[in-house]
Structure formats: structure tokens, C-alpha cells
Nanobody, 124 residues
């Protein structure tokens, strides 16, 4: 059973930074995609960023240039560095994984494993 556990959420003022982490366990195989999604109250789930096993990345248009996804495959961990945060970045952030796989897309239906989420709140 694959499990994903997020951490690092919290409250920050606009312009600040946060780094989210997602630790994966209970899997087999080395090639997989990891992604970050977010959902604000009353809004649809939005793709934030994803990364494949070779370091290829995809970003959503609203975060491009401000957020960076990275992975430490030895630690089975994905990170989301969020800089220049805005109030509209406020949402529950979810880690997701697609196992097995060599490429990534920012579509929630592509992912077969999800974490429980971590809240990010940005105040103005």
C-alpha cells in the first residue's frame, strides 16, 4: 500500500515563502511521477507542479516562476518550494503519485495515490 504524507504547510504573509514536503512509502519500482495539487474552498482542484523520475517538470501557469518542485529519490521525497506567495495561493495542498510511470501530466485523474493534504494560508 503506497502512502504519501505531506508536511510544511502553515500561515505566512504575502511575499513570504514556504516549503512543502511529501514522503512516499510502501511502493516498488524506481520510476514514478510525483505532483502537487491544491484546492481552495469552493474551487476546483488545480494542478500546481509535477516531476518525473528524470527531473522533468511541469508547472501550472499561476505558479510558474514562483514555485519549484524537486525530488530526492534516495529519500523518496518530493518538495515544493513556494516563493513570493500571494493570498490567492491559499488552499489545501495535496501530494500525488503515479506509479509506475516515466512521465507526468498535471491532471488529477492521472494520479493513483494521494496524500491527506496540508493547509497553506497566505495573508495580505
Amino acid at each position: 500500500q503506497v502512502q504519501l504524507v505531506e508536511s510544511g504547510g502553515g500561515s505566512v504573509q504575502a511575499g513570504g515563502s514556504l516549503r512543502l514536503s511529501c514522503v512516499a512509502s510502501g511502493y516498488t519500482g524506481s520510476r514514478y511521477c510525483m505532483g502537487w495539487f491544491r484546492q481552495a474552498p469552493g474551487k476546483e482542484r488545480e494542478g500546481v507542479a509535477c516531476s518525473d523520475s528524470d527531473g522533468g517538470t511541469v508547472y501550472g501557469p499561476s505558479v510558474k516562476g514562483r514555485f519549484t518542485i524537486s525530488r530526492d529519490n534516495a529519500k523518496n521525497t518530493a518538495y515544493l518550494q513556494m516563493n513570493s506567495l500571494k493570498p490567492e495561493d491559499t488552499a489545501m495542498y495535496y501530494c500525488a503519485a503515479h506509479w509506475p510511470g516515466s512521465w507526468c501530466v498535471l491532471a488529477s485523474g492521472f494520479y493513483n495515490y494521494w496524500g491527506q493534504g496540508t493547509q497553506v494560508t497566505v495573508s495580505s
